[in-house]
């Protein structure tokens, strides 16, 4: 979470490694702590101009992977009377040796450090402790909440370092609690320590290892969520896959509890779920395997509900042990993906949302590639167009959904946010995030009311920057967005988002970060009947020509029903046919028996859309 949107002081914020051309003072010596020095950025003009300054320069300690946001003293309304933080995890050039907490104050912006005691705090991961606990890579969630609290997710291990996943021994997440005092932050912690169900043959804790919990507050800061991914112990059928263990608090974090988990075993409840899975071998159920491969996230909305937000995969095996084994599938390139990309088993964004008795879910939309591989021998590694890493054996750079969310300040819309490449490329049978644009779809909590329009944020009709379409790497979203409507109907969201590529796609050249505040205007309204013509239109049928059977292709938004009827060259029609469409892409038969050769025109309609083909029978 580098970039941060604070309402309070309408800024931006966005952290980062240096530049290759960026100067710190004192300069920072060898390279390796050169490259560490972390350094904020600031607009409070939602992007039209920036400044920046430092937070974090050591000639030992080697800052990596920063996240961070800006601080605001209650009341205040001034830049100059805030602080911009970051945190991340420390290297010596050979091992992970610990984490770094930094703060300035933002009355000065240059290229220092803050000489402020106890403003660069380095924590080690080994003793003796300079605080009475020890975390790991605090590089994933950072939070700023109303009540004048910074929240940091940090890791737990035995030991980082370690070679195999057992001796690093992952235990649970460091909730890092920041508490402004005099010009400085007060660092605490707090520790979960979930208990997930054990092999039975190895005695191994049953959960994804290496995998960084997920952890979401509220904005007054009493509701709070940290989420892990395993299996709970005592779950049967289908409830026995690698799902959410999701712990919560509603006192600010003075306790946590256990919450319930998500029953997929009410078949009703979770039909959206399962009818886009294939049921385990050795029995009639599916089992759920949220996938973490293209991204997850979480956030809370204005009734301090959680949404929980996701692919999944199907389990492949029913036996209790065997639940990591999931489903792969075979495509057109001869490549194994991780979903089937034929209709019903698509990559489905779902968000799972806390409700007063469970869960519930949604589909937010379908996506129509997965990621490549990064690792040499990894199917789509071929396909991957960043180049390969020689000293990192022939790695590249990974290019998954990056699914990430944002919410307006008050909770009551949140804008969901993923990567995928267009199918313009991906129809040639090719499924892989090539070349990704963003795209985003916007859903109304009030109304319980998902936005029709899907927005590709990076290539829209018109005003695509060419630095970031199709290129559309690395990418950040702001947790909070503005919002500002006189009606649902008329409501824009400004979204901060960066994107991080190179030209060309090699990872020894310098990064550019390209901004932008983002317009998502009228969701619930404008666009909706044009969403649906253009699927309506960009319908095909195929074979054509075709004999007893044909199919028509059709890409949707949103479930709907489709109706077909088949007319000859004088008007009359000759067969008629309606089908439950479901949202992605859906191959629809129409039954030819009976039709003599000729030339016909089918008409495809859904709801007031409509479009006609031409069909060839033999």
């Not at 292709?553 to 060259?569: G, Q, R, W």
Request: proline share 6%; net charge neutral; hydrophobic share 35%.
């Amino acid at each position: 979470k580098p970039l941060q949107y604070n309402e309070d002081l309408n800024a931006v914020s966005f952290i980062h490694r240096k530049s290759s051309t960026y100067v710190s003072s004192p300069v920072a010596t060898p390279a390796a702590a050169a490259s560490g020095v972390i350094v904020a950025e600031i607009s409070t003009n939602m992007g039209q101009t920036w400044d920046s300054t430092c937070l974090w320069i050591s000639n030992t300690n080697y800052a990596r992977y920063p996240q961070g946001g800006l601080y605001n003293p209650p009341g205040n309304t001034s830049i100059s009377n805030a602080y911009a933080l970051c945190a991340g995890p420390i290297t010596n050039g050979t091992n992970w040796t610990g984490s770094y907490l930094a703060s300035k104050k933002l009355d000065v912006f240059n290229n220092v450090a803050s000489t402020t005691p106890n403003a660069q705090q380095f924590m080690p991961n080994t003793p003796p402790y300079t605080h009475p606990f020890k975390f790991d890579f605090p590089s994933t969630d950072f939070t700023y909440v109303k009540s004048g609290d910074i929240y940091i997710m940090g890791r737990i291990y035995d030991n980082y370092n370690a070679t195999t996943a057992a001796a690093q021994g992952q235990r649970g997440a460091r909730i890092i609690k920041g508490t402004f005092n005099a010009g400085v932050f007060n660092w605490t912690t707090d520790s979960i320590i979930p208990t997930f169900r054990q092999n039975s043959s190895t005695n191994e804790a049953m959960f994804i290892r290496g995998l960084s919990p997920q952890m979401a507050w509220n904005n007054q800061g009493d509701v709070g969520y940290i989420a892990f991914i395993g299996a709970r112990a005592g779950a049967l059928k289908s409830n026995s896959g690698y799902q959410p263990m999701i712990y919560k608090t509603t006192n600010g974090g003075t306790s946590w509890n256990l919450m319930a988990g998500m029953n997929f075993n009410d078949t009703v409840t979770f039909k959206a779920t399962h009818q886009h899975l294939v049921a385990a071998s050795g029995g009639t159920f599916t089992i759920p395997f949220f996938w973490y491969g293209e991204g997850m996230d979480m956030t809370v909305d204005k009734d301090n509900r959680l949404h929980f937000v996701s692919t999944v995969l199907g389990a492949s095996k029913s036996d209790p042990d065997s639940i990591g084994y999931i489903y792969q599938f075979n495509n057109k390139d001869q490549q194994t993906y991780m979903f089937g990309h034929t209709p019903g088993l698509h990559p489905y964004i779902y968000d799972f949302t806390e409700t007063a008795t469970g869960w519930k879910v949604n589909i937010v939309d379908s996506m129509s590639s997965e990621s490549p591989g990064s690792r040499t021998g990894d199917d789509g590694y071929t396909f991957n167009p960043w180049d390969a890493d020689p000293s990192n054996s022939n790695s590249k750079i990974d290019i998954d959904a990056r699914i990430q969310l944002s919410r307006s300040v008050d909770g009551r819309y949140i804008v969901y946010t993923w990567s995928e490449s267009d199918t313009n490329f991906t129809d040639q049978g090719v499924k892989w995030n090539q070349y990704p644009n963003v795209k985003a779809r916007v859903y109304d909590v009030l109304k319980n009311k998902m936005g029709a329009v899907e927005y590709n944020i990076t290539n829209p009709p018109t005003g695509a920057n060419q630095n970031v379409q199709s290129s559309a790497y690395n990418k950040y979203v702001s947790p909070k967005c503005t919002v500002s409507y006189a009606a649902d109907s008329t409501a824009t969201f400004k979204l901060p988002m960066t994107v991080s590529n190179s030209q060309p796609l090699a990872q020894l050249l310098p990064n550019t970060h390209w901004y932008s505040t983002t317009e998502l205007v009228n969701p619930f309204s404008v666009g909706i009947q044009e969403q649906v013509l253009n699927s309506v239109n960009n319908s095909v049928m195929f074979p054509n020509p075709a004999a007893g059977t044909a199919i028509l292709a059709i890409d949707l938004k949103d479930n709907a029903k489709v109706e077909l009827s088949v007319m000859n060259l004088m008007g009359q029609m000759v067969k008629q046919s309606s089908a439950s469409a479901q949202i992605g892409e859906n191959n629809i038969q129409i039954d030819l028996s009976g039709l003599t050769p000729g030339i016909y025109l089918v008409n495809v309609k859904v709801g007031n859309s409509m479009s006609t083909k031409k069909l060839i029978v033999e």
